[in-house]
């Protein structure tokens, strides 16, 4: 009961540093976060939200190839351990990154300067 109760509060946590993630990303902070995504998608291989966001942070930082890599290591670890492919989501965003959409650039609605990172 315990164990349960454990993964169910890890789970929520993860939720919450998912949301904080994409907060950052909408304003631009991309490059900041690529350590902290490094290891969250080291610490949850199959996580497809987690390796979305560090996809998109790489492409963003200019890193397009290392984004692509990713998409292949989180499809051939999704194909060999679970069976299945990466979600619609996340190969469309493959293909966006493929064909440099421009929708994946970030650009403030108010068109200051980013907000300044602060790590949580």
């Not at 919450?16 to 909408?26: F, G, K, Y």
């Not at 292949?72 to 492919?85: P, Y």
Request: aromatic letters at 4%; glycine letters at 4%; charged letters at 25%.
């Amino acid at each position: 009961m315990l164990t349960t109760e454990l993964a169910r509060l890890e789970e929520n946590r993860l939720g919450v540093v998912e949301e904080r993630i994409d907060t950052w990303l909408r304003l631009g902070c991309h490059a900041q976060l690529l350590d902290e995504l490094t290891s969250l998608t080291g610490h949850h291989p199959l996580n497809e939200n987690l390796h979305a966001q560090f996809m998109t942070a790489l492409y963003r930082a200019g890193r397009q190839n290392r984004a692509l890599e990713t998409f292949h290591n989180l499809r051939r670890r999704l194909v060999s351990e679970l069976g299945v492919e990466p979600s619609r989501r996340v190969r469309l965003l493959h293909e966006a990154i493929l064909a440099a959409d421009p929708a994946l650039d970030v650009v403030p609605a108010d068109g200051r300067t980013r907000l300044a990172f602060t790590a949580a």
